[in-house]
């Protein structure tokens, strides 16, 4: 429950404030925004762990490796898929389901694991968080070379002229 709940709030915020201003005007944006929205979020929440816990120490050390980087894995999935929803000619209502969907299941499986405490599950735990970084960066190199592709295009217009 708990990932619905994040990444529905994240997706709200994302969407109703970031998604409709003049400045998103690239793919790479969708992303920014996410990954901003979703880093404000673990910031509270983490306090709101810490703060309450006995032994705080250990738990914003573990939150601060684990938690934090989480979110904004999550939220390049969100940015994604976002950006393809902002941009497309059609079927643009599809990503913008699977800009909240993708989260909430990547969330979940993240949760799932690492709340089990299943001894072995560590592993699994591990390669999840490699697959999450493998895919993130994936998607997120593919928006940075699009807008260097698209800086460029205006810088050789602007010296043409």
């Not at 684990?66 to 000619?89: D, E, Q, R």
């Not at 913008?96 to 001894?119: A, C, E, Q």
């Not at 970084?133 to 810088?155: A, D």
Request: no cysteine; proline share 1%; aromatic share 20%.
């Amino acid at each position: 429950m708990a990932g619905l709940t994040e990444e529905l709030f994240k997706f709200w915020v994302t969407y109703n404030i970031a998604f409709k201003i003049y400045e998103y005007n690239e793919k790479l944006d969708g992303i920014i925004y996410s990954v901003f929205t979703s880093l404000g979020f673990a910031t509270a929440e983490n306090l709101l762990y810490v703060l309450n816990q006995r032994n705080f120490i250990y738990t914003g050390i573990f939150r601060g490796i684990f938690s934090v980087p989480g979110h904004m894995l999550f939220a390049i999935s969100m940015g994604y898929y976002l950006s393809i929803a902002k941009f497309a000619n059609d079927k643009g209502s599809t990503y913008l389901i699977m800009s909240l969907v993708i989260p909430i299941i990547l969330h979940g499986i993240y949760d799932y694991i690492l709340f089990s405490r299943v001894y072995g599950y560590f592993i699994l735990f591990i390669a999840f968080i490699l697959f999450l970084w493998k895919s993130g960066l994936k998607k997120l190199n593919l928006y940075v070379r699009e807008s260097k592709e698209r800086f460029e295009k205006i810088i050789n217009i602007n010296n043409f002229m």
